[in-house]
């Protein structure tokens, strides 16, 4: 079992910035990638970042060169570095752990973009 708990969460301006946190406890050795994921209010959950065991990142399109995944092989945290905010980007974000069994997830953390 993995626990993950997200953190960061909160109210910016447009154009500001926000780091959210993902916390990793339990099997997490049995990790090999993790990710993060938004749903706003009325959409269907949508992809942001996925990062692997060998630091490879990915991003999607609506937030590439704007957010930043990091974090280590050792899963504790990972992060989500987002900058240049938009409305747009309102939504709660989720992050994700994928073992070769399951894919775990977080509760969630709101993130909430004025214009």
């Known amino acids: 079992q993995v626990q993950l708990v997200e953190s960061g969460g909160g109210l910016v301006q447009a154009g500001g910035s926000l780091r959210l946190s993902c916390a990793a406890s339990?099997?997490?050795?049995?990790?090999?990638?993790m990710g993060w994921y938004r749903q706003a209010p009325g959409k269907q959950r949508e992809w942001v970042a996925r990062?692997?065991?060998?630091?490879?990142?990915n991003y999607a399109d609506s937030v590439k060169g704007r957010f930043t995944i990091s974090g280590d092989n050792t899963w504790k945290t990972v992060y989500l570095q987002m900058s240049s905010l938009k409305p747009e980007d309102t939504a709660v974000y989720s992050c994700?752990?994928?073992?070769?069994?399951?894919?775990?997830w977080g509760q969630g953390t709101q993130v909430t973009v004025s214009s």
């Open positions: 990062i692997t065991s060998s630091v490879i990142t």
């Open positions: 994700s752990a994928e073992t070769t069994r399951r894919v775990y």
């Open positions: 339990g099997s997490i050795s049995s990790i090999y990638a």
